[in-house]
């Protein structure tokens, strides 16, 4: 099994749409959690961190279920601008690891 | 700022030739990562240093690869001998402090391809 499990998709959703992506780690002492945006050919850039309590930036939200230890990204209102790889980083006291991402494409 | 960067952009080489990566992290910044990023296994972290020195090096697939910090504004990545399966794209990342709770900067990556 790997550490980091996200659906590669592609998800296709019209402008508008609100979307979600859902990713599960394995590791239960995993302490850091987030979510890196990865545009084509491009480096992955940090999109947001998640928490204990969840947060929201503009149309982003992201959850954290440590019980049933996975993480999830809502985006509202989707844009075309949007379209993109969306990463789920996982850290432990020692490493960082990155799902394979989930390709988003954001349609007229 | 610059940003994390990387050269080259782009390396074609042959079987058995010696590459070498560099990276200049940004400044202040007191960890490096190389990364490499593959379609089928996705972003893996194969070295970090912490203020130069080599911290983890597990991810290193093996003997062929090395990485060097002499520096704090400069870092290395080499194969040798390369091998038509190190063909991947390697990322340099940095970070102000800490591994898992800190946002790492990424460079824009050297497409490498071993023919």
């Known amino acids: 099994r790997k550490e980091v499990e996200q659906d590669p998709g592609p998800f296709n959703v019209p402008e508008g749409a609100t979307v979600a992506f859902n990713c599960t780690y394995s590791?239960?002492?995993?302490?850091?959690f987030f979510w890196y945006r990865q545009d084509c050919r491009k480096e992955p850039k940090l999109l947001m961190s998640?928490?204990?309590s969840g947060n929201e930036d503009g149309r982003f939200t992201a959850q954290l279920n440590r019980a049933s230890q996975y993480i999830s990204l809502l985006i509202r209102d989707s844009k075309l601008s949007d379209s993109a790889t969306y990463l789920c980083?996982?850290?432990?006291?020692?490493?960082?690891?990155f799902g394979t991402g989930t390709r988003l494409q954001v349609t007229l | 700022d610059a940003g994390v960067i990387q050269s080259p952009r782009h390396e074609v080489t042959e079987m058995g030739q010696e590459v070498t990566l560099r990276c200049k992290p940004i400044?202040?910044?007191?960890?490096l990562f190389w990364y490499r990023q593959t379609m089928m296994r996705g972003l893996e972290l194969l070295i970090y240093?912490?203020?130069?020195?080599?911290?983890?090096d597990s991810g290193m697939p093996e003997d062929r690869f090395s990485a060097k910090m002499p520096n704090a504004s400069f870092s290395t990545l080499k194969i040798q001998p390369s091998e038509p399966r190190d063909s991947a794209v390697y990322f340099c990342?940095?970070?102000?402090?800490?591994?898992?709770?800190?946002?790492?900067?990424f460079g824009p990556g050297t497409r490498l391809t071993v023919l």
């Open positions: 590791n239960s002492a995993s302490q850091s």
């Open positions: 990342a940095s970070s102000e402090t800490g591994l898992y709770y800190n946002e790492q900067f």
């Open positions: 400044s202040g910044h007191d960890y």
């Open positions: 980083v996982v850290g432990t006291a020692s490493k960082l690891t």
């Open positions: 240093f912490n203020n130069n020195v080599p911290i983890d």
């Open positions: 998640v928490y204990s």
